[in-house]
């Protein structure tokens, strides 16, 4: 009998480059090349935000692999072609096998795959279900709703039986409840108002901490991710919640 594989718990940030982290976080004279390099070892992990916007080249994924440790992981953020103009729609087949292309480029670098939908994009379960059943290859799959029509039964019950999780957001647009929906849980946090800047307070990421660590002895795999990046607050909050939950920090 083939042994269940090892709950993973990985904190890091939406993104590893930003010019207000330089000096709290990387060192002024770092040349922007250097970044994921220097990131990657303070972190185990972060989230590719930028394919959100363009879908990265081979070699630039390619590099990504080779710039970080082996036990690197990547969480990818859809392409808006597939959430936004086509929103979860039938003819998204060719974007979602460019993505399967990408993904395999990672190899076991790949982690979780995000889809955040846009705040217009009002509950459809009848749409959702139809595009999970084209989700035919096994990766932890994450769906982040920001609109709060989503929130009911009927959807956590569709993500359950797909094995997908519920993005747990505190986004402004429609902060999500701690529903807990697939083997893989998801935090993205988005700042203490919901609105990418200032950091939390330490009570806060204490209660986190609490909440994750029941979560992983549960059996869940446990992906969080700062989104807060004004003024570097990211990298320093992820730092934080990593020394609660006994992980090492450097940053």
Not at 96 to 102: I, N, S
């Amino acid at each position: 009998m083939s042994k269940k594989p090892k709950p993973v718990l990985l904190i890091g940030t939406s993104g590893w480059s930003y010019k207000s982290w330089r000096g709290p976080f990387f060192p002024p004279q770092l040349p922007a090349r250097f970044h994921l390099d220097y990131y990657s070892h303070h972190f185990r992990t972060t989230e590719l935000n930028g394919v959100f916007y363009r879908t990265p080249t081979t070699g630039a994924v390619r590099a990504w692999v080779e710039q970080t440790p082996q036990e690197f992981v990547f969480a990818w953020k859809v392409s808006k072609f597939i959430t936004h103009w086509k929103r979860l729609g039938p003819k998204s087949g060719n974007s979602l096998a460019l993505l399967e292309r990408r993904l395999r480029l990672l190899k076991a670098k790949a982690g979780p795959v995000l889809f955040q939908l846009p705040p217009q994009f009002q509950k459809d379960t009848t749409r959702l279900a139809s595009f999970l059943k084209r989700l035919r290859k096994p990766r932890p799959y994450v769906f982040e709703f920001r609109h709060p029509s989503w929130y009911t039964p009927e959807t956590f019950d569709l993500l359950r039986d797909h094995s997908s999780a519920l993005c747990i957001s505190d986004h402004h647009d429609a902060p999500a409840p701690w529903k807990v929906t697939a083997p893989h849980v998801y935090v993205r946090a988005h700042g203490p108002s919901g609105n990418y800047r200032d950091r939390y307070a330490p009570q806060t990421l204490t209660a986190w901490a609490r909440r994750l660590s029941r979560l992983r002895n549960e059996g869940h795999s446990i992906y969080v991710y700062f989104d807060n990046d004004q003024k570097s607050a990211a990298p320093l909050d992820a730092a934080r919640l990593m020394r609660l939950m006994h992980l090492k920090a450097d940053a």
